[in-house]
Nanobody, 124 residues
Framework: QVHLAEYGGGSVQAGESLRLSCVAS????????MGWFRQPPGKERAIVAA????????LYADSVKGRFTISRDNAKNTLYLQMNSLEPEDTAVYYC?????????????????WGQGIQVTVSS
């Protein structure tokens, strides 16, 4: 059974950094797309960043470009999200997602597996 578990959330001040990790178990996702989504309070869940199974070019939401970096360690079956220069607008529950396929997509309906979510709170 596939399981995605997120780690590294918490509460920080604006301008600080956090690194999220997503550990996958049950199967390897080295050839598949994985991504991070977030859901701010009172808003819908939306993509933050994604990485495909083969292409070296990740996808980023405009709001996080230049501040967030997505990466993966296939040997550890782990996905990361380095978040720098955090802003109060980054406050949300962050979700790790993976799909059965090489390419990433913006829509959450294209992802097959989800973590339980982890809270990130940024105060001003």
């Amino acid at each position: 059974q596939v399981h995605l578990a997120e780690y590294g959330g918490g509460s920080v001040q604006a301008g600080e950094s956090l690194r999220l990790s997503c550990v996958a178990s049950g199967r390897s996702f080295s050839a598949d797309a994985m991504g991070w989504f977030r859901q701010p309070p009172g808003k819908e869940r939306a993509i933050v960043a994604a990485v495909s199974g083969r292409s070296p070019t990740p996808l980023y939401a405009d709001s996080v470009k230049g501040r967030f970096t997505i990466s993966r360690d296939n040997a550890k079956n782990t996905l990361y999200l380095q978040m720098n220069s955090l802003e109060p607008e980054d406050t949300a529950v962050y979700y790790c997602a993976a799909r059965n396929g090489e390419y990433y997509y913006y829509g959450e309906d294209r992802y097959d597996y989800w973590g339980q979510g982890i809270q990130v709170t940024v105060s001003s």
